[in-house]
């Protein structure tokens, strides 16, 4: 399942996109600052919170970041094991556990920012934020990003599912993934391909016309939690 952008008129959808950059990126720094039991079990509440503002379920953003998931369930698994002396020592879990919590925590938060906000809005955020030619180059950047990677996944999922289908399970691992890479890497050369043609047909321009953006009153109370996030930093 890939994250995309749903439209909505929840709280969320109806945020400015800047306001849900500043505490996005807010909440990542305040819970880096605060990874213990205490601080994880209210940034936990704190989440539940921007989920519910956004009527995103939590299944959603976690089968959309799947791929990070292992990676995550991995980490403390390592660190319970010593090799000098050889054992297993439970206690070496906790800190990387907490740490996979934190990540996954920021992960569900930035899957409601996907979920709530237009690729156009997202743009038109970042060239607001980000002045000049800076700001126009870094807009394309998330715009691609936003639209290009899905696409990509997609095409992964296909390969696999066409290699599935050719029995092409009973190969090796390291052939499975030589095949699926292989030609998922082609149809990325391809559609980059086909991607740059279109931006020429369309006389791709800097500075298109993008959504007007306006604080609204419902964004200075959101906005607020954000500097919040950030002095308890300090506290």
């Not at 094991?81 to 297993?88: A, R």
């Not at 979920?115 to 934020?129: F, G």
């Not at 095949?179 to 020429?200: E, Y």
Request: charged share 20%.
């Amino acid at each position: 399942m890939i994250l995309t952008y749903h439209p909505g008129d929840s709280l969320a959808h109806r945020l400015d996109p800047r306001t849900k950059l500043f505490v996005q990126a807010a909440f990542a720094l305040a819970i880096f600052a605060h990874t213990t039991p205490r601080g994880l079990a209210v940034f936990t509440v704190v989440t539940g919170g921007i989920l519910a503002a956004g009527r995103v379920s939590p299944a959603d953003p976690i089968r959309g970041f799947a791929p990070a998931l292992p990676f995550l369930l991995i980490a403390p698994l390592v660190r319970t094991v010593s090799l000098s002396p050889l054992g297993i020592d439970p206690a070496a879990a906790v800190e990387p556990a907490l740490a996979s919590y934190r990540v996954l925590l920021v992960l569900v938060v930035s899957g409601v920012y996907l979920r709530t906000t237009s690729v156009r809005d997202s743009r038109a955020a970042v060239e607001r934020l980000l002045p000049g030619r800076i700001g126009r180059f870094f807009g394309v950047g998330v715009a691609l990003v936003f639209r290009f990677f899905p696409v990509l996944l997609a095409d992964l999922r296909r390969v696999r599912e066409a290699s599935k289908a050719r029995l092409g399970n009973e190969r090796s691992l390291s052939e499975r993934m030589r095949i699926i890479g292989t030609a998922g890497v082609r149809r990325a050369f391809a559609r980059s391909d086909r991607l740059s043609l279109a931006l020429r047909a369309r006389c791709f321009a800097w500075n298109p016309t993008l959504p007007g953006l306006r604080l609204e009153r419902r964004d200075y109370p959101v906005l607020v939690v954000g500097v919040a996030f950030v002095a308890s930093v300090f506290v």
